[in-house]
């Protein structure tokens, strides 16, 4: 039973986050939110261990489609970066800045880039393509990611330097046109580049926050150099193009890392872990 201990802790911290905004915010749905993420992350993990290979895909679509379907186009909150803007720009700590303070500023110090390998809607749909492991050396192209964040940025501060009207439904037209101009863009590059997280690496805004925080991640693959064999699996397999054979937070595209466990499902002879 030890090895579904992960599990059990996972669903702890979920639980912890999900009571302290239910109390802190007096709503009831925050309760149910974390511990219906908590609850999906954990089964997930327990699955990984009994040896079922599509855990990852499981936990992807029970969360990417509830952020999507329901808390997107059900609720109509813009749960994107520009939402995030929208929310802070208002003073109001709800909805997406809370997502983004827990899954994308804050909680990157523990799960690293956890996010984009178990929750992510757009990733969601992109693994699905047939190029899982990229094809070329990974490009040089990092800085875009910067422009569409500033894009972002740019956008909702106009909006409201604007005062324009109706600014809330606006948002959640943002939102459904945001979500397919991402998959658009993002599976047009992954057929130009042959790689599916070719979005990911180059142009998701997202990741300007993510970065930072995935530096000091407490959760993150490891390397038994004394035992690798130097055979190249893991880097031919990881989607992210992680110097995954190597120990140490200095490893090229180091937070980067999905933890989609890829490398250490490859590796014969267990170095990773």
């Known amino acids: 039973m030890r090895r579904y201990a992960p599990s ?6 979920f639980e912890v986050v999900a009571v302290t905004l239910w109390l802190a915010k007096d709503n009831l749905f925050y309760l149910l939110n974390f511990s219906y993420m908590g609850t999906c992350l954990a089964v997930g993990l327990a699955l990984f261990v009994a040896g079922w290979p599509h855990a990852r ?5 029970a969360v990417g489609s509830y952020m999507l379907v329901y ?16 929310y802070l720009f208002s003073g109001v700590f709800e909805a997406a800045t809370i997502h983004y303070a827990v899954a994308k500023i804050f909680g990157p110090v523990i799960f690293g880039r956890g996010w984009c390998g178990y929750a992510c809607w757009t990733a969601m749909v992109l693994d699905l393509l047939p190029f899982r492991r990229p094809e070329g050396p990974r490009k ?46 993002g599976i047009a590059l992954a057929f130009a580049l042959r790689d599916n997280r070719a979005f990911c ?57 999905i933890l989609c466990m890829e490398c250490v499902r490859e590796c014969p002879v267990k170095a990773l872990h």
């Open 201 to 257: 690496k180059y142009l998701c805004p997202v990741t300007v926050f993510l970065k930072p925080a995935s530096s000091l991640a407490l959760v993150r693959i490891h390397c038994d150099e004394a035992a690798c064999v130097h055979c190249g699996k893991c880097l031919r397999v990881c989607p992210m193009n992680v110097e995954v054979n190597r120990e140490g937070r200095d490893r090229a595209n180091a937070t980067e890392c």
């Open 71 to 86: 808390l997107g186009l059900i609720c109509q909150e813009n749960m994107q970066i520009e939402g995030f803007w929208y």
């Open 140 to 185: 040089g192209w990092g800085w875009a990611r910067y422009v569409t964040f500033a894009l972002s940025l740019a956008l909702v501060t106009g909006l409201f330097l604007m005062h324009v009207a109706n600014l809330e439904r606006i948002m959640f037209w943002l939102f459904v046109a945001g979500n397919v101009l991402y998959y658009v863009v």
């Open 57 to 61: 895909r499981f936990v992807q679509f």
């Open 8 to 13: 059990v802790i996972m669903f702890a911290i």
